[in-house]
């Protein structure tokens, strides 16, 4: 009996193989078919998709393994440019997710100064901020403290207390 694994090696001896540009050639196929399939099956689309992987079957399978390797080098290069191109979206992005997910916990405040962006936890009242990265200090308001929304209460308590007492002596004095 031929083991599959052992005919699979076999099969792909002197052949190129997976490689990062095929993997992102699915990925890019993959996009085609989700985008297809929310408009109802865009043809050209899917067709697309079916042509990107055949490539990648092709290269897989290839055995110009050097030709190959020659593409993946091109599309490395590319891909560091776009990497490189891309950090200041990357990082806004990874901050209005990191935003998103501290909501209830967390406050977020730019350094008038340097424009960083400093993440404060949130309901301590009045804080004095130092920014990381440039060590400028600036006030910012964080949100009622648990404390200072009970005293605010006792307040409202107080004063409501007061008026029923007054109406209780003008009804009184009737
Ligand atoms: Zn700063």
């Keep these: 009996m031929v083991e599959p694994m052992n005919w699979l090696r076999n099969f792909m001896m002197g052949r190129y193989g997976p490689d990062s540009f095929s993997l992102f050639l699915i990925v890019i196929s993959l996009v085609c078919t989700l985008v297809s399939s929310l408009f109802g099956g865009l043809w050209p689309l899917l067709f697309i998709s079916y042509a990107l992987w055949f ?14 390797a020659k593409e993946n080098e091109k599309f490395m290069v590319f891909w560091n440019w776009v990497k490189e191109h891309t950090v200041g979206i990357r990082g806004w992005l990874t901050t209005q997710a990191n935003r998103f997910r501290d909501r209830r916990t967390h406050k977020y405040f730019r350094c008038p100064k340097c424009r960083q962006m400093v993440r404060v936890p949130k309901n301590k009242g009045k804080v004095r901020i130092i920014c990381p990265k440039c060590k400028n200090e600036f006030i910012r308001q964080t949100g009622k403290s648990a404390a200072q929304r009970a005293r605010e209460e006792q307040a409202r308590a107080e004063k409501s207390a007061a008026r029923a007492a007054k109406k209780a002596d003008k009804a009184g004095k009737k």
């Design 55 to 68: 490539w990648v079957i092709f290269r897989m399978l290839s055995r110009n393994i050097e030709g190959r």
